[in-house]
């Protein structure tokens, strides 16, 4: 069955630093990764997702993330981070099961 | 850009009332699906629905949890009989298509049990 790890429960970034939150999988086959977005009171907003073909992808709100095959990673990276970036991001796996996701990590953003 | 909806947006209930959460899910997807996040802790599977029957559902869904689409676009989740560990954010998802379409989500309900 698959699996994700998020490591970092909280993250505390200043904003117009960069950020880095790390995901990793547990999968036989190649998976469909995915981040989502939760502010507060909110529901879960598809930040990006990975399918096949470029292991770099782009997604909205300036977000990007790796596929890293050989570390069963997918890493959500922001070169400059917002105020309004300040949220709960979940990873997320696809396989042979409905969604499986990470416990998530809450991110702060200070001034 | 369409939206999934969910009512309430809060329910607050006794133990041992039934509940039911409305989802209206976005037209022309096909494949619905609930999520539970209780209060700190990570989004888990609950059931997935599809051409008017369940499709998969976790060790969560127990026989006091019951999904159906009564009219053809609301998709419902029933607790029977609630509990106090009933309390939580309840999510409504659905897609298009089946494989690896993406599932969007609705705002949730958040179920209190007291």
């Known amino acids: 069955a698959q699996s994700v790890t998020q490591p970092d429960i909280h993250i505390t970034v200043s904003e117009g630093a960069s950020l880095e939150l790390r995901c990793n999988y547990s999968?036989?086959?190649?998976?469909?990764l995915f981040w989502y977005v939760q502010s507060p009171g909110q529901g879960l907003q598809l930040l990006l997702k990975?399918?096949?073909?470029?292991?770099l992808v782009q997604g909205i709100k300036g977000f990007e993330a790796e596929f890293k095959r050989s570390q069963s990673s997918f890493n959500l990276r922001k070169p400059s981070v917002h105020w309004s970036d300040a949220a709960e991001y979940f990873c997320?796996?696809?396989?042979?099961?409905?969604?499986?996701f990470g416990k998530g990590t809450r991110l702060s953003v200070i001034a | 850009e369409p939206e999934v909806t969910q009512t309430p947006s809060h329910q607050v209930t006794q133990m041992g009332q039934e509940v039911i959460l409305r989802c209206v899910p976005i037209?022309?997807?096909?494949?619905f699906y609930w999520y539970r996040q209780i209060l700190g802790q990570k989004v888990e599977f609950l059931v997935s629905?599809?051409?008017?029957?369940?499709?998969?559902k976790s060790e969560i869904f127990d026989d006091q949890f019951s999904v159906e689409r009564p009219d053809g676009s609301n998709f419902t989740l029933k607790i029977r009989s609630t509990k106090l560990e009933d309390s939580a954010m309840y999510f409504c998802?659905?897609?298009?298509?089946?494989?690896?379409?993406?599932?969007?989500f609705g705002p949730g309900t958040r179920l209190t049990v007291l």
């Open positions: 999968y036989g086959a190649t998976p469909y």
């Open positions: 997320a796996v696809h396989g042979n099961t409905p969604l499986v």
């Open positions: 037209s022309n997807h096909l494949y």
């Open positions: 990975y399918f096949s073909g470029d292991t």
């Open positions: 629905f599809y051409n008017n029957e369940i499709s998969e």
């Open positions: 998802a659905n897609k298009r298509e089946t494989g690896t379409d993406t599932q969007y």
